[in-house]
């Protein structure tokens, strides 16, 4: 062998010196490592020693002698191995030895390669890995919330998620702004975005998805100055330009951020719903923006449906204002829908028969929500007339925010209006179909049929098919239908059947009987009478159903209204005979000017008479006159028997005629009159509409009298005003005296703390009433309640102390922040002592100072009136008067009040309870507006 070649073969040896080394041992290239190891290799092998004896155990070896016992195997293991390497290395022949031939050898391949390819190999689960998984989203991403506590809170590591269908906001980063938990009520709305699959970031990133304003003073210039950042992309699949997201100062509304994302990264278009058509169909024209949508987006009906607005690529950012939101009215088609599904689940456990099911608004809506996707073209067919009675009249009550065109009592429709209206004959069938109703006393079917002939009634056009039917207010699908089978047949089938089906004749003719009510006519038809003489013959009657049989015809027929009139003459004459003072008046649909009437009602009254007065002339000696005159014919129930009877019911008859009629008089004391005509002048829809128009008005309203503040024995009366505390025990001795309880109930917190119900509430009243009140107050609108004892006047002591530590607080707080403005303290270094010093309560004072909210913007309402908080601490000062101590703070901080509400009655501004900081202000010598309200209103001159 050459030398060269012997030379090349001990490089090629020596290079391959690390073959004997295994994998596990790579890491450890030192060369005095390596020559233990080599001495280690050849020395002799040792037999283990024996094992420690120890005492008999069922547990078996300890751990630690488990870990021993290993190592000394895989020691023993190692050996073996590299004996068996150096055997072999000495026995056989290298297959990538150089033959002595080759005179140009390849480069000798090193370890290099192979550990490369090691590197490679898959990667086993960690248990890293492994725990990453069991990790909540929440804490993976973003900052974990203190628990909804007030003092001493703890991060809130057990948040429960809701399942990953709920998740609505599901891998959503969320960034509050103000971006701290230290508001309970922000820190509720925290919670809440993370139960609903989100995480909470208090540093800004760029994947962050939603930028939530919590706070109505904070404008969007101030959330770009506090990111640093010069804009933020705008949302563009909700609707971002609706009145409850938009962020005071943000990008106008036709802007929509692209960047950088590709196509399939961009919503696609929401197909609009039948409903939205139509209500966008019944507004005003007016300005509109349009979205670039590009062409390729631009898909088929069936691609183009978006099934869940939640299920989406991740998308441009949103930036909602919380806020707003929650204060704010929903949108027309929210408003109407969630109208509809209230008004669905308030009848839908009432049992309806297959043919008349839904007939009314709320069926028709659940319809049609149910058929958007599936008819395309019906949403293109709308009628031009849809929603056009809308506004009748145009009455609404700016005061209490009712609308007056919702209730019937609001909208009479004229006797004659039937004759010029284009739907009359649809009106006259679809009217003796719900005389039938009315008659089965299916109050359900009655009030639907009324409610679509008063929409017919309003059109000015003629409805013709059930699709334009359909498009009306308050007429369902099946309803529709009858509609369109009337225009087409000058019929209705379902009435048809009504008169010729036997049983409803028979059920009919029963309830004509007087005395007789649903109940009584079906036993009758259930024990097999059919004839009025099967009843008289067989069934037992009372004296006036006995009546009500002999004289049937002459009771179901109508009573001219000549003949009403001759009737309230006769009553009227008789009455004057015995006391001219007394007058008459013709009620019912003889007042309403009706053609005829069913039967007579005659009220009966006398200026400055008390009711027994009335009771005593009518009982005693009027009616017994007209029956010894032979006007009256019969009595058939009378209330005289009670102290307080104000009817009777019989039956009269004129000398000229032998046809028997019905005649209720009235008794009515002269200060109930005006309730008395309303009443018993309307039917019974005006009648229920009043009653619940007085209600939403905070008023009761019968046949007797309109009332305020009505209290009925054994209520509970809960006080929730701020009063002085001798109000209150002037109120309670009044509340008691008519046998019900009263209890104060003042509350503890600002609007947004009352919105997410986290106010604190202090009550006082009888033991028994405060237990009954107690779990409504403290499961509902309150965190918890203060019992202040059974007196209620302590619950307002404690209130007004609350107030008068509030005031103190708001004022030295002002005095603090002018002192750091006048000294150059940066106001942010203050306010980071004041809240980690002094807790969430006086962090929250000082932002409305440093904020600007205590001066609001012109139009804006202040968060706490400054009015309201001059009368509490005025209560709190005046206490103090009559207890002999003053009130030194508070008497400094009303003074500042007051001379803040004539600072802001000079500017036409609503100020704030805070505005003793734009006092305490300019006593320093600084502007009343501080650089957050300058330039707030510098910014809206711009706009």
């Known amino acids: 062998m050459s030398d060269k070649a012997l030379r090349e073969k001990v490089v090629y040896f020596q290079q391959q010196d690390l073959l004997h080394l295994s994998d596990d041992e790579k890491d450890f290239p030192d060369p005095s490592f390596l020559a233990a190891t080599h001495l280690l290799a050849d020395s002799k092998s040792m037999p283990p020693p024996p094992s420690a004896r120890r005492g008999s155990s069922f547990l078996g070896p300890t751990p630690r002698e488990r870990q021993q016992e290993f190592e000394e195997h895989a020691t023993r293991q190692r050996t073996n191995t590299r004996k068996c390497t150096e055997n072999d290395r000495s026995l056989v022949r290298s297959s990538t030895t150089p033959e002595p031939a080759t005179e140009s050898l390849l480069a000798p391949r090193t370890r290099s390669r192979g550990l490369q390819q090691a590197k490679k190999l898959k990667k086993t689960a960690s248990t890293s890995d492994l725990s990453r998984h069991d990790v909540p989203f929440y804490r993976r991403i973003g900052e974990t919330p203190r628990e909804l506590k007030n003092a001493n809170a703890k991060p809130a590591l057990a948040i429960r998620v809701e399942p990953e269908h709920k998740q609505l906001l599901k891998e959503k980063i969320v960034y509050f702004f103000p971006n701290n938990d230290t508001s309970m009520a922000r820190r509720l709305r925290i919670h809440k975005i993370i139960e609903l699959g989100a995480a909470w970031v208090t540093t800004w990133r760029d994947d962050v998805t939603h930028v939530m304003f919590d706070d109505r003073h904070q404008t969007f210039s101030q959330l770009l100055r506090h ?15 609706s009145g409850r997201f938009v962020v005071k100062g943000s990008s106008s509304t036709n802007e929509t951020y692209t960047g950088n994302l590709s196509d399939s990264q961009n919503p696609l278009p929401m197909k609009p719903s039948k ?37 989406q690529s991740p998308g441009p950012l949103r930036i909602i204002d919380l806020t707003r939101a929650a204060t704010t009215l929903p949108d027309a088609i929210s408003d109407a829908l969630s109208v509809a599904i209230r008004e669905t689940k308030a009848v839908a456990h009432l049992p309806i028969d297959d043919d008349e099911e839904g007939d009314s608004r709320f069926e028709s809506s659940a319809e049609q929500s149910s058929t958007d996707l599936d008819t395309d073209d019906e949403s293109q067919t709308k009628p031009k007339h849809t929603k056009q009675t809308r506004n009748v009249t145009g009455r609404f009550s700016k005061r209490t925010g009712i609308d007056l065109n919702a209730f019937q009592c609001m909208n009479p429709a004229k006797a004659s209006s039937n004759s010029s209206c284009p739907n009359a004959r649809t009106i006259e069938i679809l009217g003796q179909m719900c005389r039938y109703y009315d008659q089965m006393q299916d109050q359900w079917r009655t009030l639907a049929y009324r409610k679509a002939i008063t929409t017919l009634r309003k059109q000015t056009v003629k409805i013709s098919t059930a699709k334009e039917a359909a498009a009306l207010p308050f007429v369902g699908s099946r309803l529709a239908s009858k509609i369109e089978e ?49 009843l008289m013959t067989n069934a037992k009657l009372t004296d006036s159903q006995k009546i009500g049989i002999k004289h049937y015809d002459d009771f179901t027929s109508r009573i001219p209204r000549a003949e009403v009139k001759a009737h309230g003459d006769y009553v009227r004459d008789a009455l004057r005979k015995i006391d001219p003072g007394f007058e008459t008046t013709i009620m019912g649909s003889y007042r309403r000017g009706a053609k005829d009437s069913g039967d ?41 028997s ?23 008089l009235l008794l009515v004391p002269e200060e109930e009159m005006g309730a008395a005509l309303l009443y018993f002048t309307g039917n019974d829809i005006f009648n229920r509409s009043m009653r619940l128009l007085a209600s939403k008005k905070g008023m009761r309203l019968n046949q007797r009298g309109l009332y305020r503040d009505v209290i009925r024995e054994g209520k509970i009366l809960v006080d929730t005003t701020t009063v002085h505390p001798g109000t209150t025990a002037s109120l309670s001795a009044q509340v008691e005296a008519y046998g019900c309880s009263f209890v104060a109930a003042p509350v503890f917190g600002p609007p947004p703390v009352a919105r997410a119900a986290q106010i604190l509430i202090a009550i006082a009243g009888p033991p028994q009433a405060v237990e009954i009140i107690n779990p409504f107050l403290k499961n509902g609108i309150a965190r918890d309640v203060i019992h202040a004892g059974s007196d209620p006047s302590k619950a307002l002591l404690l209130k007004s102390t609350s107030n008068f530590i509030a005031a103190g607080l708001q004022y030295l707080l002002s005095e603090a922040h002018v002192l750091a403005e006048k000294a150059e303290l940066p106001a942010s270094v203050l306010e980071s002592l004041i809240e980690q010093n002094f807790g969430a309560y006086a962090h929250n004072t ?8 205590y001066f609001p913007s012109k139009g804006q309402a202040p968060n706490s009136a400054l009015e309201l908080a001059i009368k509490d601490v005025g209560i709190g000062v005046d206490i103090a008067k009559e207890k002999g101590v003053r009130l030194e703070i508070g008497e400094l901080s009303m ?16 100020l704030d309870s805070h505005s003793v900081f734009g006092v305490v202000r300019t006593r320093a010598s600084l502007e009343f507006e501080n650089d957050a309200v300058r330039e707030r209103d510098g910014l809206e001159d711009k706009v």
């Open 275 to 311: 409903q939205e058509l139509a209500v966008i169909s019944s507004q005003e024209p007016g300005p509109t923006t349009t979205e670039h949508i590009p062409e390729q987006q631009q898909l088929d009906s069936s691609d183009g449906i978006v099934k869940d607005s939640f299920i």
């Open 227 to 241: 990111l640093k950042r010069a804009s933020l992309p705008s949302g563009t699949l909700l609707d971002h330009t």
């Open 642 to 664: 009670t102290d307080d009877g104000s009817q009777w019911h019989g039956v009269s008859c004129l000398n000229s005629s032998k046809t028997w009629r019905r005649l209720d």
């Open 600 to 640: 007579i009602d005659i009220i009966i009254t006398k200026p400055g008479a008390k009711a027994s007065i009335l009771r005593d002339v009518v009982f005693q000696s009027l009616v017994p006159q007209l029956f010894k005159a032979g006007f009256i014919k019969a009595k058939l129930a009378t209330s005289s």
């Open 895 to 910: 003074g500042a009040m007051e001379e803040a509400k004539k600072y802001g009655d000079e500017r036409d501004r609503k």
């Open 486 to 534: 009337i225009v087409l047949t000058d019929r209705l089938r379902r009435l048809d059947s009504t008169r010729d089906d036997p049983t409803d004749k028979v059920l009919r003719l029963f309830l004509g009987v007087y005395g007789a009510g649903l109940v009584q006519a079906n036993k009758w038809i259930q024990a097999g009478y059919r004839t009025l003489d099967d």
């Open 846 to 853: 000082s932002k409305r100072l440093t904020s600007g909210s």
